[in-house]
């Protein structure tokens, strides 16, 4: 009697595994098939690259109006009004539009987890859940008075993606994961991207955040802690291993005029500059306007006038468009008409998408600046480089994955380079990287009148969806 119930049971448990798990057997048996194997080995390839149903393409189809509804609900969790969206890291807000994602996680069925910044993550399981995923996804906080389309659509944007693809009956081997990152904008605690520094594995940054308080003098591990983060100060269980995933692919607006102006529908993007920040100060002895003859003076504001102009020649004479500088802060002290300058304050950015490139400007940079306070008698009493982070180029197959998507789902698209930078800059120092970029209304971004069409961001669903299913099965 036993031994019979035990062998029906064990006859049923084979069965249900045979059932649930048939897509991998068959998988394993073009794998195993003994002539292909003995070609592999020969050639040192897989012979067999697993195939998507040629039909994939044309199964995908976005829930715009769910989509766009989310969209517009998420706009509501700001700290101004409508239009304008503003979502501060661990603000109420913020908790809120976090429940908020994590709850349209659960209800699309991924698993949720939450790291110790409260990076949120859902996956939905592979059938071979051991390989690394790919991942996706982008950040949901808004600096002030910004729009609603920066960030979100990359978070709900992946979140449809993977809705689209279990409605299509695709059924991933290695798992899809959608990240929602913690404070990509640095509006808080002046950190960009903290969240994905964090699991890229900055040490740097770590001992930063020791010391980092807010323009409140609110310091960080408490306003994670309030935000509902016990355990922020575990900030080494945020990094992820290199390899821990096989790549990622953020969906982005273009946050430029390139897509919208020339008609075309996504842009897939190659590399991504990445800004040096330079806080420059000189010193002079300011003086009276009238009183002090030319010949005496050591006019702190004319050396930063000078420096100016010297990154503006410095950059033009890279010899590449992609290199661009900017000084945006120019402040002199003590600032009044009738007196010398004895006080000047740079703030230089400059960015390219050639690390060396852009080094080198940053070099030539600091010997004009060093030259021109000794011609000019002013002390250099600051050259500080606050960062200089490495640009990123994107991964060659995920590149590729991308366009063949677009060609198959028949959208037009080129190849493009980010000028602004995102989380998938510091995803790349641990994964192979991709954006896809869609258009957005005369490239304004970070503020109210920020505008995609929901036609266009189901485009960019649909080519992150299908290079997602791509990725998934190589
Ligand atoms: C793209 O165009 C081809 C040729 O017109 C068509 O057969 C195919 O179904 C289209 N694909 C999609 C996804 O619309
Ligand atoms: C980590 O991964 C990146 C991106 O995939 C790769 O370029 C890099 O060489 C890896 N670094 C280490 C230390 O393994
Ligand atoms: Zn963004």
Known sequence: MMKALRFSLLQFLLSVYFFSFCPVNLAMNIEQDPLIKTMEDFSGYAIHEPQLS????SSLSVDTQNLQKQ?????????????????????????????????????????VREDAVGNIFGQWSGYEPELSPVSTGSHTDAIPYSGKYDGVVGVLGAIEAINV???????????????????????????SCLGSRLLAGSEELVQQL??????ENVAFFDAAKSAGYKNAEDLSSVFLKNGSYSGFVELHIEQGPILEEEGISIGVVTAIAAPASIKVEFEGNGGHAGAVLMPQRNDAGLAAAELALAVEKH???????????????????PGAINS????????IDTRDIDEERRNSVVDKIYQSALSISKRRGVKLSQFNIVNKDPPALSDELIIKAAESASRELNLTYKKMISRAYHDSLFMARITPMGMIFIPCYKGYSHKPEEYSSITDIANGVKVLALTLAKLSIS
């Not at 020791?210 to 323009?215: C, I, L, P, Q, W």
């Not at 010398?340 to 703030?347: A, G, Q, T």
């Open 54 to 57: 040629e039909s994939l393409s």
């Open 71 to 111: 969209i517009d609900e998420l706009s509501t969790f700001s700290d101004t009004s409508a239009p304008s969206v503003t979502r501060i890291l661990y603000s109420e807000k913020d908790v809120m539009s976090r429940r908020y994602i994590k709850n349209i996680m659960e209800a699309s069925g991924l698993s």
């Open 165 to 191: 693809l279990k409605r299509s009956g695709f059924k991933p081997k290695r798992s899809l994961e959608v990240i929602m990152f913690a404070s990509e904008e640095p509006t808080r605690f002046g950190i």
């Open 210 to 215: 020791k010391k980092t308080v807010d323009s």
């Open 315 to 333: 950059v033009l004479e890279s010899g590449s468009v992609d290199t661009v500088g900017t000084v945006g802060i120019l402040e002199l002290h």
């Open 340 to 347: 010398i300058p004895s006080k000047s304050h740079l703030e």
